[in-house]
């Protein structure tokens, strides 16, 4: 049975790091992108992240330099390093599978998300 199963969420405090996990299970992770995205109250889905199979990861604007993607694939897991978190990174945030992180990729799976509240 396919799974992506996220993790790591929680409450911060604004500056503070979080460390987010998606663990796989159920395909060939190695061949395949993950994608980090997010979802705030009231906005639309945001992308985040996308980690290709090959280890090289892509970030959106606002998470550039603060955010880092990583991945095991001994461990099937991709991880998010988020470090400097700003109240305006409140939100819920999905892992999903891809075939690659190009414009335009389809993602096939998601996981159920784990909420991430930046407050002091």
């Known amino acids: 049975q396919l799974q992506l199963v996220e993790s790591g969420g929680g409450l911060v405090q604004p500056g503070g790091s979080l460390r987010l996990s998606c663990a796989a299970s159920?395909?060939?992770?190695?061949?395949?992108?993950i994608g980090w995205f997010r979802q705030a109250p009231g906005k639309e889905r945001e992308g985040v992240s996308c980690?290709?199979?090959?280890?090289?990861?892509v970030y959106g604007d606002s998470m550039r330099g603060r955010f880092t993607a990583s991945r095991d694939n001994v461990k099937n897991t991709v991880y998010l390093q988020m470090n400097s978190l700003k109240p305006e990174d409140t939100a819920v945030y999905y892992c999903?599978?891809?075939?690659?992180?190009?414009?335009?990729?389809?993602?096939?799976?998601w996981g159920q998300g784990t909420q991430v509240t930046v407050s002091s």
């Open positions: 980690i290709a199979s090959s280890g090289s990861a």
């Open positions: 999903a599978r891809a075939k690659g992180c190009f414009s335009g990729a389809e993602y096939d799976y």
């Open positions: 159920g395909f060939t992770f190695e061949s395949y992108a």
